[in-house]
Each structure stands twice: as C-alpha cells, then as structure tokens.
C-alpha cells in the first residue's frame, strides 16, 4: 500500500477535524447526521486515515470508542489514548513511530496494526491481556528473540512480522511457530500442523527449559502477590508488623548498653522470657485485629448492598413515575399542536403547566423519601462501626497496658540483677566469663542506672507509640469511611434534584412553544 501523506499541509487533530469526521462517517453509512454538536461519547468508530495528522489529541471524550482507524498520517508519538478505555480496534500503520507506549489504558484491545513504522523493540505492551491480533510488518525489528515478549499474550492468533530483519533470518518461521503453538496466522499465511510439529521437535530442548523458567516466574510472581495482598490485609486492619517480634525488637534497636547487659547470664534468660511474652501478646493483637476487621468489613459491605436495594427500588419508582408522565405529556403535546384557538392553547397550557408541578413534587417527594432513607441507614452504621471501633479501641489499649507491665517487670528485674553485679564489681567478685565491656560498664553505678533509664523510656516509647498508631489509624478509618458517604450520598443529591429541575424546565419549554 502506498502512503499518500503531505508534510507540507499538515492537520491539527482537533474537536472542528473529529465532528467532520464522523459527520463524513455517520452520512456515508446513510445516517441522518444530529444537527449541532456531535456527541462524541456514543461514537463507537472512527477513521481519520490520510489526514497528515502528527499528533494524536481531542480524543477524550470518545469513551465508547471501539474502533480507531489513524494509518497513514505523520505521527511520530503514541499518546492521548488514556480515555478510550473500549478500544477494540487501534490501526496506527504507516506513520513515523519509533516507540510502543501510550497503551496502559487499552485493556480491551484485540488488534493493534503498528505496521510499516520505525519500530526496532517490542516492548511497553504489558496491559493488552486481550490483545489476538498483532501486526508489525515493514519495522526495524532486529532481535528475534525480542518476540518472545508476546508469549505473554494467550489469545495471540494472528502475528505479521514480514518486512522486518527478524523475518529475514534462518528458522524463523520454525522459530516463531515453536515459541507460539497456539498462533494461527504469520505474516497472514496459515501455520500448518506439519509447520508446528516439525518446530516442536527442532526447539524441544530449549522449549521444556524455558517453560520451567516462566513456571518458576509465575509461582515467584503469585507468590509475590499473594504477599503484597496479605500485607495489604495487614494495613487495613491496622495490625501490620505485629505477627512477629518487630514491635519486641524495634524496642532494643540502637541500644548499645542493652546489648551489653545483655552479655550477663541472668540478664540474656530474663531477656528470651520477656521477648516470648511479647510475641505472644503482639500475635494475640495481630489476630484480634483481623478478627475484628472482618467483622468491621462484613458490616460495610452488609451497608452497601442494604444502600444498592434502596437506591434501586427508588430509581424504579422514579422511571415509572416519569413513563407514566412522558406518556400524557406526549399527547398533551400533539393535542396543543393540534389546536387553532390561542385562548384554549392558553388554558390548557396552563392545566398542564399544573401537572408539571404536581410531577416535580413526586419526584421530590420520592428524592425526600430516599434521603430520608439513606439518612437513617447512614446513621445506624455510623452508631455501629462507632461501637465496633470503640470496643476494638478499648480492647487493644488493653493489651498494649500488659505489654508495658511487662516491660517495667523486665526493667524491674534487670535493675535487681545490675545492683547486684556493681556490688560483685565492687568487690571485685565478678566471674572470669564476663567480657571486659561489661566489666568496664559496671565501673559506675550512674551510668547504668542512666543506661537502664533511658532503655526503659524508650521501649516504652515504641509501646506507645504503636498504641497511638493503631488506634489513631482505627479511627481515622472510620471518620473517613462515615464522610465519604455521606459526601458521596449529598452529591448524588444534588445532581438529582438538579436533574429534575432541568427536566421540568424542558417540559415547560416545550408547552411554550405551543403557544
């Protein structure tokens, strides 16, 4: 095919070049083209082939687009494709590209046409799960094995690489054909099952080793995200690091003189005993936590589908109720049309001017109704997430007041196991085994008593402040779920009641100009 693009008269991709586009499409389709402003957002295809265009732009309101034909122009960049998120269909052959990007938005792609471009890596197509056509003949395309990156594409069916020095070198239709097996069409010719099996035998040693590899990348990479949502778990019930002895053992970071008394026998046995007991109090909040978010979660979710029903049923009423109307005031419309004498057109335009009113009072009434409604569903889970978060509250304060008393008996009884070793010191009655650090250490009884002090105040820092963290965070969680509700609950309001003063300032419009 040969391209037919100018440089010297090139288009601005704007809203005057897509709405004369689509009029084009719209009346060579024989439609009947909507006079004024296009509604871009029911556009389902497009096609702005030879148009010189150089960039790609105005698309964002096209979000229903399914097919968009952009081949030969002069685009150098792919970009501005974010919104078309229904994109099926993307033809950007014959322009200047030189690099894949711009296509993390189009997950529901199937066919991407990057043919007879400037292309030399396959790469930056990761999103397009869905993708079952791809084409990029007639590109710089060096590196065979760069094509492997499509093996991430499972309903791969149809590949064109002709054009490229890739397809110039030997085996590569075996080549293709035994790291692809379930392609159909390559460089638009069918892969016999003959083509196929003699690909599988030539490659079968090194198929069976890459197959392990990607087997071994998936389970690490399941693996990995199985972690990632646990952790996620974790953070949501605002128990993270508490499965363990991270809390035990932030308490003891940085502390030399710890370490140091830690060298004595007594101190090391008290030290295992009070580190066993943390974890198993940590382990408790851990799992009181997750309890407790699950019950927290069931009872969110239990609101939600209770404001779903609700929201539902009132959408019902209010579709009947404007059928119903539409129904009469359709009749009531063909009636005035109808009609010669002013003065009836006036009177009736009046009487029906009062069912105007009386319809815009239903549809307030059943606005009232339903705010009244998710007023008072919002409030019950309001009070009972409150009270789920305040017995959540109270329960782990509880918990973190054992983990202190057993930090002040932890410092209690190392204090008594200090006294006696500075009196050993002072006697010169110290084992032979105790490292001379220690030794050194207890040589002044104020600077282990400060050295004790200030371990005590710390660890009890990080015990309180992991308190104030989880129970801060708690209910931050529930002031921010309660708000975005009722925020969530008092724009749809708006908009509604907005919505019906537009539609009953139509109807009267309409009666007006009857007149």
């Known amino acids: 095919m040969k ?22 499409q719209t009346s060579k389709a024989g439609k009947t083209a909507t006079a004024g402003r296009i509604d871009f957002d029911a556009v389902p295809h497009i096609r702005l082939e030879y148009k010189n265009i150089q960039w790609i732009d105005h ?33 950007l052959s014959f322009n200047k590209i030189e690099k894949i990007e711009g296509l993390e938005s189009l997950q529901k792609l199937e066919l991407l046409n ?36 499509l093996r991430k594409f499972k309903n791969l069916f149809t590949l064109n690489l002709s054009g490229n020095p890739v397809s110039k070198e030997d085996d590569y239709k075996f080549f293709i054909a035994a790291y692809f097996p379930n392609l159909m069409y390559l460089d638009y010719r069918l892969l016999s099952d003959e083509t ?33 949502a646990e952790l996620q778990l974790h953070k949501d019930a605002f128990v993270e690091s508490l499965n363990g002895s991270y809390l035990f053992e932030s308490m003891f970071k940085d502390d030399p003189e710890a370490e140091t008394l830690h060298c004595i026998r007594e101190v090391a046995c008290l030290l295992q005993t009070f580190e066993h007991q943390m974890v198993d109090l940590c382990m408790q909040l851990f799992e009181i936590g997750l309890a ?24 019902q009423k209010v579709s009947q109720t404007l059928a119903d ?39 307030m009434s059943l606005e009232f109704q339903m705010v009244s409604q998710l007023e008072d569903i919002i409030k019950k889970l309001d009070i009972n997430i409150s009270e789920m978060v305040a017995n959540f509250s109270e329960t782990i304060q509880g918990m973190f007041a054992q983990c202190r008393d057993l930090e002040d ?37 104020d600077t282990v008593m400060d050295a004790l002090s200030t371990g005590h105040d710390n660890h009890l820092l990080k ?42 300032d139509h109807l009267r419009e309409q009666l007006e100009e009857c007149l």
């Open 409 to 445: 008996n932890y410092n209690q009884n190392v204090r008594k196991i200090a006294v006696a070793t500075l009196e050993k010191v002072a006697k010169d009655d110290l084992d032979d085994d105790i490292p001379d650090d220690v030794r050194s250490l207890f040589t002044d009884k």
């Open 325 to 363: 109307f539409e129904q009469q005031h359709k009749e009531r419309i063909v009636e005035l049309q109808q009609l010669s004498d002013p003065d009836v057109v006036k009177v009736k335009i009046s009487h029906y001017n009062d069912e105007i009113s009386k319809l815009s009072n239903s549809l």
């Open 3 to 24: 391209k037919l693009n100018y440089e010297s008269q090139q288009t601005l991709m704007d809203e005057e070049v897509l709405q004369k586009a689509v009029a084009e």
């Open 196 to 228: 196929k099996k003699e690909a599988s035998s030539k490659y079968h040693y090194v198929l069976v080793k890459m197959r392990h590899e990607e087997l071994q990348r998936q389970q690490a990479h399941a693996a990995e995200q199985s972690q990632k």
């Open 59 to 91: 698309l964002w309101d096209f979000t229903s687009l399914a097919r968009l034909d952009l081949n030969n122009n002069l685009i150098e960049k792919i970009e501005g494709l974010d919104r078309l998120i229904n994109l099926t269909w993307l033809d």
């Open 114 to 149: 990057l043919s007879n471009n400037r292309i030399s890596v396959i790469k930056n197509m990761d999103k397009l799960e869905t993708l079952s056509h791809f084409l990029i003949a007639n590109n710089l395309l060096g590196q065979l094995d760069n094509v492997l990156y």
């Open 463 to 504: 015990i309180n402040n992991r308190e104030n963290e989880l129970v801060t965070g708690v209910n931050a969680w529930k002031v921010a779920l309660i708000k975005g509700i009722q925020d969530k609950e008092l724009k749809r309001n708006r908009m509604h009641l907005s919505d019906v003063h537009r539609y009953v």
């Open 292 to 315: 407790d978010h699950k019950r927290r979660e069931t009872e969110v979710n239990y609101f939600f589908r209770g404001q779903t029903r609700a929201l539902t049923d009132y959408q």
